[in-house]
């Protein structure tokens, strides 16, 4: 499927900085779910050192597309609107990490209606003119970052099961007190009505 967008023009920096925005595709656990995470991550902390992800700030990426005009969101949520997506449960079952950046938890097995929605997300958005980049798919979530030394590899002793049945186009603006998320809109069982026109800004909790 292709959408047309009306150009921008060019940019003044001025405006770059105002209209610019970090944008990306995700699944946002609901709060009791978060807190179950948070809750791991306290007991891996101690074997890696480094520091908690806090809950509102956790997220499973599907895409990820960067800084990119405001401008733009409108086209994003055309796109992603029609997409087929069937819910699915995610079980996160292990741990590890990205050496010392960030550590994860994850999925034993990635389930197949997490791949299709992947695919499908990638090869829209880059047949639209937007850059994702196509690299075999590592379902994660980041709970800590800046490590002291990395995470060793692990099996949960309880896995969490998370039922997907929404995902979002997420903002990510930086703050004087770190990162902020805004879901610009919803896709999927909390489709937002709106989502092939317009946007729907709500910060996560």
């Given at each position: 499927m292709i959408v047309q967008s009306t150009p921008a023009g060019p940019l003044t920096a001025s405006t770059a900085r105002e209209t610019e925005m970090r944008l990306f595709f995700a699944a946002t656990p609901p709060p009791p779910l978060s807190a179950a995470l948070c809750a791991v991550s306290q007991t891996l902390l101690p074997q890696s050192g480094g520091r908690q992800v806090?809950?509102?700030?956790?997220h499973l990426t599907l895409a990820f597309l960067g800084e990119m005009?405001?401008?733009r969101v409108p086209v994003l949520?055309?796109?992603a609107a029609p997409l087929p997506f069937i819910p699915f449960t995610l079980t996160?079952?292990?741990a590890g990490s990205f050496?010392?950046?960030?550590?994860?938890?994850?999925p034993s097995q990635t389930p197949a209606e997490l791949r299709q929605l992947v695919e499908v997300l990638t090869s829209t958005l880059n047949g639209n003119g937007f850059h994702v980049e196509q690299r075999a798919y590592r379902a994660h979530l980041t709970v800590l970052r800046s490590l002291q030394q990395p995470l060793p590899a692990q099996a949960l002793a309880?896995?969490?099961?998370?039922?997907?049945?929404?995902?979002?186009?997420?903002?990510?603006?930086l703050t004087p007190h770190g990162p902020r998320y805004k879901i610009m809109c919803r896709f999927g069982r909390l489709q937002d009505q709106n989502s092939e026109s317009g946007t729907v800004q709500q910060p996560l909790p």
């Open positions: 806090p809950p509102r700030l956790i005009p405001s401008a949520n055309a796109l996160l079952s292990r050496s010392t950046r960030a550590g994860w938890l994850a309880e896995p969490l099961d998370w039922y997907i049945d929404h995902y979002a186009l997420v903002a990510s603006t």
